[in-house]
């Protein structure tokens, strides 16, 4: 007999236990219909890429997955999973330009893999759910203003807890260091020490940009610019080295046009440490953060891009758009205990079996009644005592037990007992679809 293969999780591919799964499911239910209810559309991409599409932009070469066949001496196949939707989304558009209808509004709910360290919260394998809006040739800047709008929306469906979208623009910087002739890949780099300074000290952020040849006469500028909490501030902060101000401008649109489109204002604010590591963005870039729980990182990211596609087409697809990072934010909630992870099953009704040789097909009838108003509900169809039955589903978080033997059948009734306040009542089977509903309904309230 061969050895037993031993069975250990693998760091950053998460595997929930049905509570948190039913509960990652629901939000996936949740954002898609916010998605669509914003007229965003679905689309699908395949897992893998071609490795020149995946690395054509974004600096992410080292965290992608190679594919490769072990039986081949694991050769390289010249493919990779993909590390976000967004570099896909390019190609399909690119792939896909004469059959689609611009603006092209679009929304992508999947798996994406990452080669990074995994850590709380941070995993290799998860969940994206993404929003862009892709134009042909130009995309209008309301288009900047509107996807955090529909992030709000979403993440209100979901009673999260309060949040805030931080909100800046990569143009404002590159305004700054534009007093002085500086090289793209040095804005670049510059921009990425923006991005790390919310971690890093005063001290060593001044550092990095002393490290990177920053004119040392730019360098108070910027230290005063990242800590400016409103866009009056930052033109302050600007006009200290006369630098121009249309990132700024821009700025100041997007939020002023998201305020009108709905958005609350306690819900948006500038914040120029924000610059996002991926050197697709161009513009606006958007991070969101659950308040009082900062420590837990951006839940929701992404911007504005005008070059991306430019890798695959001479054509211009300008886009921006949003990334919920999903089975991260399902771990932070119940990590937190801030998620209602109490059911192991969707069942609504279980409908116990006490005298399965008579009665079977009146237990089968009763589920179907139940389910066929929408209602979930499982026949409990093991041999076991009504205790165990009663046990199995209380553990599994299932609300209601309906209870009927020779009597309550006699009498065309049965017993309905709600598990969670440990009590119960006899109905008219006739009757039992507006008890039950009734009883989900204040249950749901409560």
């Known amino acids: 007999m061969a050895d037993l293969v031993k069975v250990v999780p693998i760091s950053g591919f998460p595997e929930w236990l049905p509570n948190v799964r039913l509960v990652e499911e629901r939000f996936i ?204 501030d930052a033109r302050r902060a600007l006009a200290t080295v006369n630098a121009p101000t249309a990132g700024l401008d821009e700025l100041q649109s997007v939020i002023e046009n998201a305020l009108t489109l709905g958005m609350p204002e306690s819900r948006i604010r500038p914040d120029f440490r924000i610059a ?51 089975s991260r934010l399902v771990d932070l909630l119940v990590q937190s205990k801030l998620a209602d992870v109490g059911h192991n099953v969707p069942t609504k009704v279980l409908v116990t079996t006490q005298d399965r040789s008579n009665y079977l097909d009146k237990y089968l009838g009763l589920a179907k009644m139940l389910r066929e108003e929408g209602i979930s509900t499982e026949v409990y169809l093991e041999p076991d005592a009504l205790r165990e039955q009663i046990g199995y589903a209380s553990s599994n978080g299932i609300a209601i037990a309906v209870i009927a033997g020779d009597s309550e059948f006699e009498q065309n009734c049965v017993t309905v007992k709600d598990l969670e306040k440990r009590e119960q009542e006899t109905v008219p089977q006739d009757n039992l679809i507006n008890y039950i509903r009734s009883k989900l309904a204040v249950a749901k309230d409560a």
């Open 276 to 326: 996002r590591g991926l050197d697709y963005y161009t513009g606006v870039v958007y991070e969101t953060f659950v308040r009082g729980h900062e420590d837990w990182g951006s839940i929701c990211s992404g911007g504005r891009y005008d070059d991306l596609a430019s890798y695959f087409s001479k054509q211009k697809f300008p886009g921006v758009g949003m990334s919920v990072g999903l």
């Open 29 to 232: 239910s949740i954002i898609r219909e916010q998605f669509q209810l914003y007229g965003f559309t679905p689309i699908e991409t395949p897992a893998v890429e071609r490795m020149e599409v995946l690395t054509a932009k974004g600096g992410m070469q080292r965290q992608i997955y190679t594919l490769g066949r072990p039986a081949e001496g694991n050769s390289e196949t010249g493919l990779g999973l993909h590390f976000d939707l967004t570099v896909p989304l390019a190609r399909y558009v690119v792939q896909h330009a004469e059959e689609l209808v611009y603006p092209f509004r679009r929304y992508q709910i999947q798996k994406v893999w990452r080669g990074e360290k995994a850590q709380r919260g941070r995993f290799r394998e998860f969940y994206q759910c993404d929003i862009d809006v892709i134009g042909r040739g130009s995309l209008d800047l309301i288009h900047d203003a509107e996807v955090p709008c529909v992030i709000n929306s979403a993440f209100s469906a979901l009673e999260l807890p309060e949040f805030q979208v931080r909100v800046s623009n990569r143009k404002v910087l590159g305004d700054l260091l534009s007093v002085k002739e500086v090289e793209e890949d040095q804005l670049i780099r510059v921009l990425r020490a923006i991005d790390k300074s919310h971690d890093a000290g005063a001290e060593e952020t001044r550092q990095s940009f002393e490290e990177e040849e920053v004119a040392p006469e730019l360098i108070p500028a910027i230290m005063e610019l990242i800590d400016c909490e409103t866009i009056d």
